[in-house]
């Protein structure tokens, strides 16, 4: 290597370390504790008990948001108190399947936690102070006597414990289905969650909390207490990375899924399509398609793809063929999020649909693969290209696996088709915005909303199938509703929240203010909003000078 290039690569390295270098949890610990570690004023007389369920402190977006907003609401006069786990738990969602060494996961989840509400002065309670060993020991025993159809049924105080587990357990086999060789992580996760149910129990003894605030409110973290306190009068709040980058969507009394799929449609139906917003929306979808403005986790499509002539020379396509495009979810995420009246899973309408299709070798099924079997860092264990080639040999020549091997994006799939069949994917509500008909399997978010064929049996989505070729787009009144829709999800529910600076990957780069003042009330506009809808109740709803 000649001086020069060895000083190029120097200087490159050196603006590398001080520009893109991501620094460590302890080092954004140490610059922080002087701005967020000062004292809190005493509660007020009216002041809230807000549980902060943190549970796991591994993950830098969860914890310091919500360390953030613990904050924000001492500094108003409210009291807060954090639950976190201390290795109490004998399995818990922070793990996978590939997780190379679970115990020091596990050692660093308990240290993050621990230091992280130390540094912001919030005081917190642990798993095991809470939960007697005792206690452990008899549900030990009692997950013991159950057998294994029995587990996932198991109820207690009116929580469905065994369905907290069982999603915790697809998602820790990254798995769309679940059989006796994962009857012993399934035991642990039912302990898991008997165990949150009693720590649950404890905190309302111990803190007499008013309202909780959480993450998403799903698995054996937080899906316990997301069924549990609200029964015993707790207000909840959950909340997640929305779709837009630097945005969150916060959800009150029911978890971020539920909360969207049945929320009333009065919240959106009149919305007024002025033209900056439709312009506003056009531009996002129109992003999309690279992911540019997106949180990096939802960012799937190739980042060069082909081009849709490459895409026809590639698939040997028919020109003279009407196509058609299936898009799917991941195996463990569809089963977890995505119900269905007419399927038992993604798997089972995947294969109808290629079974009717079979026969109709005048249009061609073109089958979108989610990219994020091969780009979600938690990689699938469950993926429906295995399932396909395990079932169909010799898969019919018009209908075409478009795998994320082959970088075909499916915006790209989509565009040479007539009409969309989906699962779950928001694909379906960003083709139905296109014109196109779209027929939904599963219950995304937008399912029901006006735009979409839903189906209900088996038999209507055969004959739906059978006029696929003829089916009209949707009309100017169905398209008016998913715009309308589509701009609330992405921008009325989507709020700015920019406290905190991010890496790629959700990791703490420090914080974008310099004075633990900044928190209180009346200078953060999108904080005044969480915290008012914790305290309140009210729902969030992003106005046009916000987005």
Not at 136 to 155: N, S
Not at 396 to 417: D, F, G, R
Request: hydrophobic share 40%.
């Amino acid at each position: 290597m000649n001086p020069f290039t060895r000083i190029g690569i120097g200087v490159r390295n050196v603006i590398k370390d001080l520009f893109f270098r991501i620094p460590t949890f302890d080092e954004v610990i140490a610059a922080i504790r002087p701005i967020v570690g000062i004292p809190s004023p005493d509660p007020s007389a009216d002041a809230a008990r807000v549980a902060i369920l943190t549970v796991r402190g591994l993950v830098d977006f969860n914890l310091f948001n919500e360390l953030v907003i613990a904050k924000a609401l001492t500094l108003r006069g409210h009291q807060c108190r954090g639950l976190i786990c201390d290795g109490t738990l004998p399995a818990c969602d922070t793990r996978t399947v590939l997780t190379a060494d679970p115990d020091a996961v596990c050692r660093e989840c308990r240290r993050r936690s621990r230091v992280g509400y130390q540094a912001f002065g919030i005081p917190a309670v642990t798993l095991s102070e809470l939960v007697a060993p005792e206690t452990i020991d008899r549900f030990c025993a009692q997950v013991e006597q159950m057998t294994y159809p029995d587990l996932f049924d198991f109820t207690a105080d009116g929580v469905a414990l065994g369905q907290i587990a069982r999603a915790s357990t697809y998602r820790y086999f990254l798995r769309g289905s679940l059989d006796e060789r994962h009857e012993p992580v399934a035991r642990k996760f039912l302990l898991a969650a008997m165990i949150q149910l009693e720590a649950s129990k404890g905190l309302l003894e111990q803190f007499a909390p008013t309202h909780a605030f959480s993450s998403h409110g799903i698995y054996v973290s937080w899906g316990v207490f997301a069924q549990h306190l609200p029964q015993q009068g707790v207000r909840t709040n959950y909340y997640d990375a929305s779709y837009r980058r630097g945005t969150i969507r916060v959800t009150n009394g029911a978890d971020v899924f539920k909360f969207f799929i049945d929320e009333p449609e009065e919240r959106w139906r009149d919305l007024d399509l002025t033209p900056a917003r439709v312009e506003r929306l056009e531009n996002y979808l129109a992003s999309r398609l690279s992911g540019k403005n997106d949180w990096p986790k939802y960012r799937w499509q190739p980042k060069r793809p082909k081009s849709a002539e490459a895409a026809v020379q590639l698939l040997k396509l028919d020109p003279s063929k009407s196509k058609v495009g299936l898009f799917t979810n991941i195996a463990w995420d569809a089963v977890i999020h995505y119900d269905s009246d007419a399927f038992t899973d993604m798997f089972d309408w995947v294969f109808a649909t290629i079974d009717h299709f079979a026969d109709r070798p005048e249009i061609e099924l073109l089958i979108g693969v989610h990219p994020a079997e091969i780009r979600l860092e938690d990689k699938t264990q469950e993926r429906l290209i295995d399932a396909l080639q395990a079932r169909y040999p010799q898969m019919p020549a018009h209908i075409k696996l478009v795998s994320p091997e082959l970088n075909i994006s499916n915006y790209t799939v989509a565009s040479l088709c007539r009409a969309a069949i989906v699962y779950g994917t928001n694909m379906g509500l960003e083709m139905a915005l296109r014109g196109m008909p779209v027929i939904v399997a599963g219950t995304p978010l937008y399912h029901g909303k006006g735009f979409t064929l839903d189906v209900a049996t088996r038999e209507q989505y055969e004959e739906i199938l059978g006029n696929i070729d003829t089916l009209p787009p949707p009309d100017k009144q169905a398209l008016d509703r998913a715009r309308r829709y589509a701009y609330h999800l992405f921008f009325e529910t989507s709020l700015p929240f920019n406290l905190i600076e991010w890496g790629p990957n959700f990791e703490i780069k420090g914080l974008n203010f310099t004075k633990a003042e900044y928190l209180t009330a009346g200078n953060d506009t999108a904080l005044e909003m969480v915290c008012d809808s914790i305290l309140r109740g009210t729902p969030i709803k992003v106005g046009d000078d916000f987005v």
